[in-house]
């Protein structure tokens, strides 16, 4: 469950970084992959691009805190499509660290205590959705072989 005050905690902390959007991408990759190096094969694009595309779901997902049920749907079957990318379920502990360390690098102490713990709430909340969702089709393609 999220707060209302957490919820208002992602939202004035988004908007504080979004004049840095490349800046906190870049940290938040750089972090993933030393937290997971086994995800680095898994981005083999721009990551330029990349970085433009995660900010892009996250705006959704931040702009929606207040009615996440209408952005779960969207969220689990991109779960679902990242299994084909290979993305694995312990890879989902590791991007939230990354974000949440990336928001930190960038914005400093705009980051207190409350805030890291109001995105990390989010980031449960959502995470869980998404890996519930790809067990279930990972599930569901084992059964079909």
């Known amino acids: 469950m999220i707060t ?19 800046a906190v991408a870049t ?6 992959f030393a937290l997971a190096p086994d995800t680095r094969p898994l981005f083999r694009g721009d990551m330029a691009e990349q970085g433009r595309k995660l900010f892009l779901t996250l705006a959704t997902v931040v702009d929606a805190l207040d009615a996440l049920h209408t952005v779960l749907p969207v969220a689990e079957a991109l779960a679902v ?10 890879h989902y ?10 928001l930190g690098e960038t914005l400093g102490d705009r980051v207190d205590g409350a805030t890291r713990a109001a995105w990390l709430s989010a980031y449960a909340i959502l995470s869980d959705h998404m890996r519930a969702a ?12």
Not at 81 to 90: E, M, T
Not at 93 to 102: H, I, K, M
Request: proline share 2%; charged share 20%.
């Open 27 to 32: 940290a938040f990759y750089a972090r993933l």
């Open 93 to 102: 502990a590791a991007v939230g660290q990354a974000l949440v360390d990336a």
């Open 4 to 22: 209302a005050r957490q919820i208002a905690l992602v939202q004035d902390s988004f908007a504080c970084v979004l004049p840095f959007t490349d």
């Open 81 to 90: 499509r990242h299994i084909g990318y290979g993305a694995q379920d312990r």
């Open 134 to 145: 790809a067990a279930r089709a990972t599930a569901d393609r084992a059964a079909a072989a």
